[in-house]
């Protein structure tokens, strides 16, 4: 009977060794999992402000072309300003000729885990630009055109 009781004695000692890795394995996987995590909201972030950028880019200069397009164009940047402010973001650069309009837009980006790593922030900045075609360019068609050579 000595004999068996220290078989049972033995076996426990083995059982709570396990348990005591097991349950040392699940913490482990658990902050392996809240890593990952954390880490694809992070990705999936960059990814959504970036779109974000690139609508309120190309809002800015659509407007801007319009306001070409009737010759309005003197209160641009001011214009340009609120669009982006009401797309969330910030507005870098303007170019403004006959007939292109250049823009840069910048947007903070708000991370999670990220941020622990880059205190001082990450932005994303973004240019669009647009093409302004009149309704008396030759593209149309819809005005007689004459090319005279010297």
Not at 41 to 49: E, G, K, P, Q, Y
Request: hydrophobic share 50%.
């Amino acid at each position: 009977m000595k004999f068996g009781f220290e078989r049972i004695n033995t076996l426990n000692k083995i059982r709570a060794a396990i348990n005591g890795n097991i349950s040392i394995l699940a913490i482990v996987l658990i902050l392996l999992f809240a890593f990952m995590f954390l880490a694809v909201s992070d990705l999936c972030r960059i990814f959504v402000a970036r779109e974000s950028a690139k609508k309120a880019a190309d809002a800015v200069a659509l407007s801007i072309a319009q306001n070409l397009l009737f010759f309005d164009n003197v209160e641009c940047y001011e214009i340009a300003e609120k669009i982006a402010e009401k797309n969330y973001s910030r507005l870098c650069d303007l170019q403004v000729s006959y007939d292109e309009v250049i823009v840069t837009v910048e947007r903070d980006l708000k991370f999670v885990l990220i941020a622990r790593f880059f205190p001082d922030g990450c932005r994303i900045i973004v240019r669009s630009k647009t093409k302004v075609v009149y309704p008396w360019d030759d593209y149309f068609g819809l005005c007689n055109s004459y090319r005279f050579s010297y």
